[in-house]
Structures are given as C-alpha cells and as structure tokens.
C-alpha cells in the first residue's frame, strides 16, 4: 500500500502490528480523544441530573395533597421545607353543610397563599377532639409558609351551639367563611345525601314528605335536622355574638355554582389576597353540570361523585310549603346580611296542573 491520505485513511492494521507515533495521532488525534472525553462527562452528568430529578419528582408526587381526585394543580406538601411550619386556621369556612363548601375549598386552594385542610376536621364541635387541645388539631394542619393561610372546613360548625365560643376562645379575630344557598334546594340536597346513605345500606328509605311535614298539624317539620340547617338567621345570630361582621364573608352558593370565579375573587378580597384565580381556571363539565378545575396539563379535576348527585323528585306543593316557610327566616337573613340572595323570587310550578289548566 502506498503512502498519503487516502493510502493511511484505508490502512488495515494487522494482527501484531505496532503503530508508529504519526500514524496512531493521524488514525486517533488528540482533538478526537478530548471531543470523546467531553461526549463521555457530559454523558455522565446528563445520567445524574435524570436520577436527582427523577427522584425529586417521586417525592414531590409522594407528599402531594389531593382534595378530591387527582391533579396537576394539586399543592406538594411543604413538610420539610425549611421556614415551613404547621399553623392553626386564620380561616375557617363554617358551613352551610350542602351549600358548596368542597367546591369553595377546593377553588380556594389553587390560590398559592392558600393550603386547605382535606378533611373535615370537627374540632370544634366533638367534645373528644376539643379535649385533645390546640396542639392535636394544629397538628392536623398542612405546613404552611409564614405567608400563608391555612383554612378548614366543617359545615356542622354552623349549628352546634357551642362552637363560636371555643372559635373565639382560640382566635378573635379569625375570618369566618359562611356559604349559603336557596334553603330548599339546600333542604333537598341534604335528605338526598341521608337517602342516598340509606340505600347504599340497604335500609329502607322514608320519604322526604314524611320528614319533611309534620304528620299532626300538616305543617313543616321544624324539628327534622335537614330543615332548621336552612334557617341561617337563627345560626349566623348565634356567631355574631362573638364575632363583627366583618369578619364573616357570606358567599352565595348558588353563585358559586354558576361562576366559582366571581364568588372567589370577593373571597379573595375578603382574605386580604392577590387576586389569582380567574375564568380560565375552571372549565364546565357538561356531564356533570358543574364547574370543574382545569389543570395546568388542560385535564379536568372534578369534586367527587358524592358532591352534585341527583336529587329526588318533589312534588312542587311540598316544595312550596318549604318556600313560604323560610320566606320569613330569609328575610331576617336578608336584613343581618344586607343583601337579597333572591330566593323568595320563585314558585315551583306543578306541571301537571298547568297541563290540566291548558287543555
Ligand atoms: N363545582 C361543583 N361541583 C360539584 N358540586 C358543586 C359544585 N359547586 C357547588 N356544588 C354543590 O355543592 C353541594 C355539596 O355541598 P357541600 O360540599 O357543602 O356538601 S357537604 O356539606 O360537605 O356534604 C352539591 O350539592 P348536591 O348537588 O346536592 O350534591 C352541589 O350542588
């Protein structure tokens, strides 16, 4: 073989042959070398930052809180994160039970100055939990950064009439978040959840009529639990011996349903918070019939099936009944609040008869 370029480009090294030093630099030269050695650390240090991330991310997801089904706007816990501390509420939504409070959580906690407690925490209104002490409920609490808010919710807090005393007690200047919404849809959505416990049990089922309207006067029962839940007057009195008004943000339930975004933004403001959540992120299920979270990957993180389930069908004569019932707790309501939530507006219409009165 000749020697020049292409002659050294074709060489075939045999089996025992010794390179000579110009041949080995033009067959291997330096430049090569350093450019596989770079190729090479590179390499490695791409494989590192993969395993490093990798497992940052499995502990992120790990430690994640979900509200309600999964999520990618679901918040990483902050345990362990240095000036990150478990706080007792500065907020707590009181109820209405049925009127909304997931929804209202579950909104509220995209906000990232907000980290919601997940569970109904009943601290306030067990005896047993009340005796365990500020320390046993604070450490129910998420970790929170100083800047933060943390904010629980038990819809039975409304009711029970010691709970604003030992709210007082622990905090007196608290917000307090009261969700409400016409009170016989509220009334209705409240039997469907018994009825809907009752069946899963294999239980029998009492009419709503029976509960509902007192057997001996035909009048509405006062008594049955479902009913004077819906008296919000006679509830917000009992916090408003201890707490201004100010301090109590009323949120319209039946608003929230229609446009969460408009209802936040007052709760928002209410909290002393940048206003961050807006239209775009809620995104309505038409299946559903409710407004869902949109997540950052365009996917959708509806409540649970056990929030805006199918309610029983009710004769309109008891649903008006109900109607003229609360007309004067509403009212009372109404003037406490200084707003008209509108719900003394409708009649149920009995189709049947307005059929029968056209033909
Ligand atoms: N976005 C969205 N998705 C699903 N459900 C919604 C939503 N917004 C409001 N609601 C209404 O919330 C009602 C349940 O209220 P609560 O969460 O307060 O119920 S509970 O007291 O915690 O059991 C629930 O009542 P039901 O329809 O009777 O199930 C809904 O009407």
Redesign the pocket.
């Known amino acids: 073989m000749t020697s020049g370029r292409s002659s050294i480009k074709y060489h075939i090294i045999q089996q025992g042959e010794r390179l000579d030093e110009t041949r080995k630099k033009i067959l291997c030269p330096k430049l090569t070398r350093y450019k596989l050695l770079a190729i090479v650390f590179i390499l490695v240090v791409t494989v590192f930052c993969i395993v490093i991330s990798n497992s940052q991310l499995h502990f992120l997801r790990g430690n994640s809180v979900c509200l309600s089904g999964n999520s990618s706007n679901h918040k990483e816990r902050l345990e362990h994160l240095p000036h990150t501390k478990r706080r007792l509420p500065q907020c707590i939504i009181i ?9 209202l959580l579950s909104f509220l906690n995209i906000h990232p100055d907000i980290q919601a407690v997940g569970r ?1 925490l009943h601290f306030f209104d067990f005896d047993e939990n009340y005796e365990l002490g500020y320390d046993w409920y604070r450490k129910k609490m998420p970790y929170t950064y100083k800047t933060q808010l943390t904010i629980e ?1 038990t ?1 039975s807090y409304l009711v029970e009439s010691v709970v604003p005393e030992r709210v007082y007690a622990m905090n007196s200047s608290i917000k307090l978040i009261l ?1 409400v ?1 016409d009170p016989v849809e509220r009334t ?2 409240d039997y ?2 018994f009825r809907e416990n009752k069946i899963i049990r294999h239980k029998p089922v009492i009419p709503f009529e029976n509960l509902v309207i007192d057997a001996d006067t035909g009048d509405i029962n006062r008594s049955y639990n479902a009913v004077r839940r819906s008296i919000y007057c006679r509830h917000l009195q009992k916090w408003l011996k201890y707490f201004s008004f100010d301090q109590i943000k009323i949120v319209d ?1 039946d608003n ?2 229609r446009a ?1 975004w408009k209802e936040i933004r007052k709760v928002e403001s209410f909290l002393g918070i940048s206003h961050e959540i807006t239209k775009s992120d809620f995104v309505f299920n038409v299946s ?1 019939g ?3 979270i949109k997540n950052d990957d365009a996917s959708e993180k ?2 649970s099936r ?4 199918k ?1 029983p069908s009710i004769q309109p004569w008891i649903k008006n009944k109900l109607r003229a019932f609360f007309h004067q707790f509403n009212l009372k309501f109404y003037r406490l609040t200084g707003r008209d939530f509108g719900w003394d507006d409708s009649y149920y219409e009995d189709e049947e008869e307005e059929e029968k009165g056209q033909e």
């Open positions: 109820g209405a039970r049925k009127a909304g409070t997931r929804a109904e919710k819809p969700i919404k209705i959505s469907a959840q339930g929230l349903t969460p559903r409710f407004y869902c509806c409540l056990s929030k805006g389930r309610h």
